[in-house]
């Protein structure tokens, strides 16, 4: 069975144009993995689908209520699946996070919104909470489809080629090296003459040197 994934959010059209795009579009297409978007406020079961409500203690902004959170998530989960929050304050993605979900059958992905959730809904009905990055997005619906984007890389089927996932930055430690193609002279600018030489290993070794120069400049951190 490919890996199902079920989203819950406030925003189900932020995703309409994500999943019907590209690498992750065709991979749907072709059943590899199955994605379904479901908008929080169905679980609401006030007239005005009132999803979220001032903070216990006071304090600026809204927080979202347990009450449609828990009757959907109780509704999606399956047994063995992960039910995830995206939020700022969760553990960094990292490659190998997302090839660990790849492997998973069902994801239930919960984004949050305003100032954060109700914490009876992290402590009971949540598996693990995940961020994308140190800074704060408006709602986790984008950092929803980064998390999907990134772990339909691991997918087998869903990159054409098994080579461009092992050939690049972060599988290596390493970030990329330079790319070029056809012309090989554009507006006076040449290529680097090593790369039309044919010579295999001299081209792996400027490669390689190019790698670790450009992770110096921009993230030492990673040769650490
Ligand atoms: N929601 C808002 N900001 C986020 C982030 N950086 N990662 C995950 N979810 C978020």
Redesign the pocket.
């Known amino acids: 069975m490919p890996l199902q994934i079920d989203i819950l959010t406030l925003f189900p059209r932020m995703l309409d144009g994500f999943l019907s795009e590209s690498i992750l579009g065709k991979g749907l297409e072709r059943g590899l993995l199955g994605v379904k978007v479901h908008d929080l406020r169905n679980w609401t079961t006030d007239k005005h689908r009132t999803a979220d409500d001032r903070p216990f203690g006071g304090g600026a902004g809204m927080v979202l209520k347990p009450e449609p959170v828990f009757a959907a998530i109780e509704q999606l989960q399956t047994p063995g699946c992960r039910r995830i929050y995206?939020?700022?304050d969760?553990v960094p993605l990292s490659p190998a996070l997302a090839e660990e979900l790849s492997r998973q059958q069902h994801l239930v992905l919960l984004s949050?919104h305003y100032e954060g959730i109700d914490q009876r809904i992290r402590d009971q009905v949540i598996d693990l909470e995940?961020?994308?990055?140190d800074?704060?997005?408006t709602?986790?619906t984008l950092?929803a489809a980064v998390l999907i984007d990134a772990l339909s890389r691991f997918i087998p089927g869903v990159l054409g080629e098994e080579k461009s996932l092992t050939h690049e930055s972060f599988t290596s430690k390493l970030l990329d090296f330079p790319q070029y193609t056809r012309p090989a002279e554009f507006r006076g600018m040449s290529i680097p003459e090593v790369l039309l030489s044919g010579n295999h290993a001299e081209i792996e070794k400027w490669r390689q040197a190019r790698q670790r120069e450009k992770t110096r400049q921009v993230r030492p951190d990673l040769l650490k």
């Open positions: 995206l939020t700022p969760g949050g995940i961020s994308i990055g800074y704060v997005l709602n986790g950092a």
